[in-house]
């Protein structure tokens, strides 16, 4: 992305903060970045150790940025949205990193069709190890995608989408999927420590395994099917922990969580987007 396009984040919080430190990490201008926010030492915070700029006022950040990234709380989003009408220009972009926000919601708000993302990065971008989903509505064009995967890459990996119904899909493997490997990482550490291992090494086993098997993973020709199996001696210690998952359809629990996932996060897009 050229360093001459202005990013103005509404909303100073943990995921906008991951954004920008990543942004500036790559060697984006951080004078190219402008952030605006009601907490006014959260913005100190921000400007301290970033450099950008900050506002309190969300119509005067957009007066001087091209891009436009909705960071706040779904709750508000049309709170925000609304307030910035009668100050947006038609060739702003904007950038929704909002859970479960319709893009034609998130329009209407805003009073008008305007080029938008819709985004859905999950809580490893944090780290800079992030997987997004992405999709653009109608009026987003292909400059705009690549500026987008830009700002996002700076988090982790990108995945756009053709249909906005699949970012539910994102929504239930990777945006709510860092707590299913927490869930598995606990549950692996009260196993340790019932056998007899301290709470400490039980969960440092844990926590490096998990870590151990994505970087293989994600460095492996392999997919995760033949890795296992690569794992798996015949009549060995992982054959009969596996048969033991699946005695008791550990696939079929792993389906079904991510289905609830799936439908809850198009309950919740229903929900939040059914304000006037």
């Keep these: ?38 907490d006014e030492t959260l913005l100190s915070s921000r400007n301290s150790e970033l450099g950008v700029a900050t506002f309190t006022n969300n ?44 893009a034609s919601d998130i329009c209407r708000w805003l009073g008008g069709d305007y080029a938008l993302v819709r985004t859905m990065p999950n809580t490893p971008a944090l780290v800079q190890q992030g997987a997004t989903g992405l999709f653009a ?30 970012i539910d899909a994102i929504t239930a493997i990777s945006g709510s999927g860092p707590a299913y490997f927490f869930l598995m990482m606990q549950s692996m ?21 998990a870590l151990g098997a994505s970087v293989m993973a994600a460095n492996s020709d392999d997919g995760p099917k033949q890795l296992r199996a690569n794992v798996t001696s015949p ?3 992982t054959q009969a922990a596996i048969e033991s998952f699946q005695d008791q359809n550990f696939e079929g629990i792993v389906a079904n969580a991510t289905r609830a996932a799936f439908e809850r996060a198009h309950e919740l897009s229903i929900q939040l987007g059914d304000v006037d």
């Design 235 to 237: 009549n060995g210690t």
């Design 59 to 102: 119509t005067a950040l957009i007066a001087e940025c091209d891009v436009v990234v909705l960071a706040v709380k779904p709750q508000v989003m049309g709170n925000v949205c609304k307030g910035l009408q009668g100050a947006i220009k038609s060739s702003h972009l904007f950038v929704s990193i909002a859970a479960g926000i319709r």
């Design 137 to 166: 509505n109608d009026l987003a064009s292909e400059d705009h995608k690549a500026i987008v995967t830009s700002v996002l890459s700076a988090i982790g990996d990108c995945f756009w989408v053709s249909e906005e119904k699949l």
């Design 1 to 38: 992305m050229q360093n001459k396009s202005v990013i103005g984040f509404i909303g100073a919080g943990n995921m906008a903060y991951a954004l920008i430190k990543g942004l500036v990490n790559n060697g984006y201008g951080a004078e190219n970045i402008k952030i605006s926010d009601l």
């Design 189 to 209: 550490t009260q196993a340790g420590m019932a056998l007899g291992l301290d709470e400490e090494t039980a969960s440092a086993l844990s926590v490096k395994t």
